[in-house]
């Protein structure tokens, strides 16, 4: 049976859950396994490492640190940008979050002329739990690697006008 490694695609139901108090951040199940190409750095860091050497069928359940998840947050990452930036008639509220060409951020300060966006991702500085249950590790096909992410159920659906640039793929 495949093992999970580096250039195999593993379907996973997971539940993440705040050590600290126990509450649930994210979870698939109910819904389709998350899918993804191992060694690509589709997922943060830690997340893979738990789960290398894993079967269809195995459980892992392991917390990871900030360093291993999300990163710790950066003062170099919350920036003052001029409220005319924005749309005049967009409402700006504490806590928003809203997208940008450099990324998603969050609102955390507004004053009549500057409103300080902070692009940390929002699990920065968290220390996360995973309980995981693997349902399916293949070996990834060559295109997959070149490609760097999943095709077919679950993964990347190369749709026309929505190409990865590689003429085999679409
Ligand atoms: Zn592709």
Known sequence: MTEIENDTVASVHYTGTFPDSGEMFDTSKGGDPLTFLVGHKGMIPGFERELMGAKAGDS??????????????????????????????????LGMMLMSDAGPFRIVAITDSQIKCDFNPPMAGKTLHFEVDVVEVRVATEDEISHGHVHGPNGHEHKQNDCCGDDSCC
């Open 60 to 93: 892992r359940s392991f917390t990871l640190e900030p360093e291993d998840a999300y990163g710790h947050p950066s003062d170099a990452l919350v920036q003052e940008v001029p409220r005319e930036m924005f749309p005049e008639e967009m409402p700006l509220d």
